[in-house]
């Protein structure tokens, strides 16, 4: 499937609430899921073509915008000024402990790799089977179990390190 400008338009109206939304969970703050936003659809204005082989919009939309939110952690991470700072921003609607654990959750996804990171938010944060993860990252079900394996043995180092 392939878009032009138009088709965009309409999708970013129909369906620009998702992206925003997933991007305020993984990110915990507003002006930076806006600009996640902005930057999926200005992606798909730039490379129409790349929704040639996604299963669904809806599918590609969730996807394009969880890998780009978990490349903002780690790009965050390699900041100076937030490396100072050391946690993420916390939405304004976790509060207590919860804000402590969105925070810490978000320091920890930065440092895996982006398909750990990426496996772990759909199983655990998602709630997906092996198999869901497995059709949205185009890999097989024993791979998810991996790198649900790696995520575990490096929050395990993460933990011994603290």
């Known amino acids: 499937m392939i878009l032009d400008a138009g088709a965009i338009e309409r999708l970013y109206r129909s369906h620009g609430h998702i992206v925003?939304?997933?991007a305020r969970a993984l990110l915990g703050?507003?002006?930076d899921a806006q600009e996640a936003l902005?930057?999926?659809f200005a992606s798909l204005l730039r490379a129409p073509h790349s929704l040639r082989n996604a299963t669904s919009v809806v599918a590609w939309l969730y996807q394009s915008t969880t890998?780009?939110?978990?490349?903002q952690l780690r790009?965050?991470?390699?900041?100076a000024r937030l490396l100072q700072s050391g946690l993420a921003p916390v939405p304004a609607q976790a509060t207590g402990s919860g804000g402590e654990t969105l925070a810490e959750l978000?320091?920890?996804l930065s440092r895996l790799p982006a398909d750990v990171a990426a496996a772990t938010v759909y199983h655990h944060l998602d709630g997906m089977?092996?198999?869901?993860?497995?059709?949205l990252l185009g890999c097989s079900r024993r791979?998810?179990?991996?790198l649900l394996e790696r995520a575990q043995r490096s929050l395990a180092l993460l933990e011994q390190s603290a």
Request: charged share 30%; proline share 3%.
């Open 106 to 108: 978000r320091r920890i």
């Open 75 to 79: 790009n965050r991470r390699t900041g």
């Open 129 to 135: 089977t092996h198999a869901e993860v497995a059709g």
């Open 38 to 40: 902005q930057e999926v």
């Open 20 to 22: 925003l939304r997933r």
């Open 29 to 31: 703050s507003e002006p």
């Open 67 to 71: 890998h780009l939110c978990l490349n």
């Open 143 to 146: 791979k998810v179990g991996y």
